[in-house]
Nanobody, 121 residues
Framework: DVQLQASGGGLVQAGGSLRLSCAAS????????IGWFRQRPGKDREGVAC???????SYVGSAKGRFTISSDNAKNTVVLQMTSLKPEDTGVYYC???????????????WGQGTLVTVSS
């Protein structure tokens, strides 16, 4: 069975950094996209960063320039390094994998449990 296990959330002051990690297991090939989504208080879930099935990466909105997504060659571990954190980055962050699309569609079947990130001002 496919499993995604997210970790690394916590409380950090504005301007600080956090490193989220997602351990992926059970995939039969590496032909999938994997990335991070978040749900901020009172907001809809939104994409943050993605490693596409071809290994290229993309970032959404305010994550550009502050966050970096990376993985090992097999995409068994996916890391989101977050820097210059702002209070508006507060939310629950989810790791998700998508085997139906080359990008992180948000409609994939595989989601990890969320990890809470709280950025204090």
């Amino acid at each position: 069975d496919v499993q995604l296990q997210a970790s690394g959330g916590g409380l950090v002051q504005a301007g600080g950094s956090l490193r989220l990690s997602c351990a992926a297991s059970g995939f039969t090939s590496d032909d999938y996209a994997i990335g991070w989504f978040r749900q901020r208080p009172g907001k809809d879930r939104e994409g943050v960063a993605c490693i596409h099935s071809d290994g290229s990466t993309s970032y959404v909105g305010s994550a550009k320039g502050r966050f970096t997504i990376s993985s090992d060659n097999a995409k068994n571990t996916v890391v989101l390094q977050m820097t210059s954190l702002k209070p508006e980055d507060t939310g629950v962050y989810y790791c998700a994998a998508d085997t139906s699309y080359w990008y992180c569609s948000g409609r994939g079947d595989y989601w990890g449990q969320g990890t809470l990130v709280t950025v204090s001002s």
